[in-house]
T-cell receptor
Framework: AQKVTQAQTEISVVEKEDVTLDCVYETRDTTYYLFWYKQPPSGELVFLIRRNSFDEQNEISGRYSWNFQKSTSSFNFTITASQVVDSAVYFCALSRIQGAQKLVFGQGTRLTINP | DAGVIQSPRHEVTEMGQEVTLRCKPISGHDYLFWYRQTMMRGLELLIYFNNNVPIDDSGMPEDRFSAKMPNASFSTLKIQPSEPRDSAVYFC????????????FGEGSRLTVL
């Protein structure tokens, strides 16, 4: 069975601080995809990133970066110099490579950035 | 470009009533998904369609729930009869034909069953 755990239910930081959201996953598959989605106050989930289990290179996109470590089954997400607009619920998710449409989501981390 | 459109955005009904939620996916997307979000259970996949055909409905909680996709631009999720434990936000999402896992979500329909 596949499972995603986001142990941090809520995080609150002051603007401009760096913040890391943790994600730990379980799967028996040798190949899989990992995802992060953002759910802003408007409600819809927005895709942020997909990583293939073959590729353990860290990825950076502007203020966002992702650290994938297969040895610890973790896929953590860091926001550098956080901004109020980053306030949202963030979900980590996992899927098989074939059948990637069927995502298993973590419980989400509510991030609040205070001015 | 229009995103995934869901209606109604909010629905309040009484136990026992029939509820129909509607979804218009992004044009050209081959996959359509229905998810349910609650505080207790998080985001759960209820059912998904490929080219209007239901592929996996293992997440549909019970026979009171049914989903249809009569054409590529419209889907419904029906609950009959509704119960208070069905109260949740129901999301529709669509995805292009490639097996990428990148889903485009609507803003959700918040259902409250009294």
């Amino acid at each position: 069975a596949q499972k995603v755990t986001q142990a941090q239910t809520e995080i609150s930081v002051v603007e401009k601080e760096d913040v890391t959201l943790d994600c730990v996953y379980e799967t028996r598959d040798t190949t899989y995809y990992l995802f992060w989605y953002k759910q802003p106050p408007s409600g819809e989930l927005v895709f942020l990133i997909r990583r293939n289990s073959f590729d353990e290179q860290n990825e950076i996109s502007g203020r966002y970066s992702w650290n994938f470590q297969k040895s610890t089954s973790s896929f953590n997400f860091t926001i550098t110099a956080s901004q109020v607009v980053d306030s949202a619920v963030y979900f980590c998710a996992l899927s098989r490579i074939q059948g990637a449409q069927k995502l298993v989501f973590g419980q989400g981390t509510r991030l609040t950035i205070n001015p | 470009d229009a995103g995934v459109i869901q209606s109604p955005r909010h629905e309040v009904t009484e136990m026992g009533q029939e509820v129909t939620l509607r979804c218009k996916p992004i044009s050209g997307h081959d996959y359509l998904f229905w998810y349910r979000q609650t505080m207790m259970r998080g985001l759960e996949l209820l059912i998904y369609f490929n080219n209007n055909v239901p592929i996996d409905d293992s997440g549909m909680p019970e026979d009171r729930f049914s989903a249809k996709m009569p054409n590529a631009s419209f889907s419904t999720l029906k609950i009959q009869p509704s119960e208070p434990r069905d109260s949740a936000v129901y999301f529709c999402a669509s995805s292009p034909g490639t097996d990428t896992g990148e889903l485009f979500f609507g803003e959700g329909s918040r259902l409250t069953v009294l």
